[in-house]
């Protein structure tokens, strides 16, 4: 693969294709330095995502991790052979990515402990409103979202026979 050989090219080149070709899904980005596992810098090796359209459309942090962030980073590290993490922060919706980085487990990674938003799409339609309890913590309001019990507990409507 050619990200063994030439594992900081390869994360230069991935960067820069990042960065140029994604802006389109993500909205503006700039190729950065970054800090890599053994804590050097990697010169452009980091991609910055100004303000991701994609998360601030979806307005969900849950979609961000499971429908962006962990296929992402799946990609890279299986098919490409290249360590990614991505690092989105939900308050300015801006997203770092770090190529040559090995991502954190995801109990120690902050973005899968981040709440359900407020606007949520999928939390006001589907499930649990969680906005009435009085604390949120990660016991009771996660981006793992709880299927509401009135949902999961209704039949399926039967349609009348033809």
Not at 135 to 150: E, F, M
Request: some cysteine.
């Amino acid at each position: 693969m050619f990200s063994k050989p030439l594992p900081d090219l390869s994360c230069r080149l991935n960067a820069l294709a990042t960065a140029v070709t994604c802006q389109w899904l993500m909205g503006p980005c700039t190729v950065n330095d970054v800090e890599l596992d053994d804590g050097t810098v990697g010169s452009g090796m980091g991609v910055l995502v100004e303000r991701c359209r994609y998360l601030e459309q979806s307005g969900c942090a849950s979609i961000c991790i499971n429908s962006c962030k962990i296929p992402t980073q799946e990609f890279f590290e299986k098919d490409m052979g290249l360590p990614l993490t991505m690092t989105p922060n939900y308050e300015d919706f801006s997203c770092q990515f770090a190529f040559g980085r090995t991502p954190l487990p995801q109990h120690l990674d902050e973005a899968f402990t981040t709440p359900c938003f407020q606007q949520c799409p999928s939390r006001a339609a589907r499930y649990t409103d969680v906005s009435r309890q009085t604390s949120c913590d990660s016991s009771n309001c996660t981006n793992i979202l709880k299927a509401d019990p009135q949902l999961v507990a209704q039949p399926a409507a039967q349609s009348p026979a033809a």
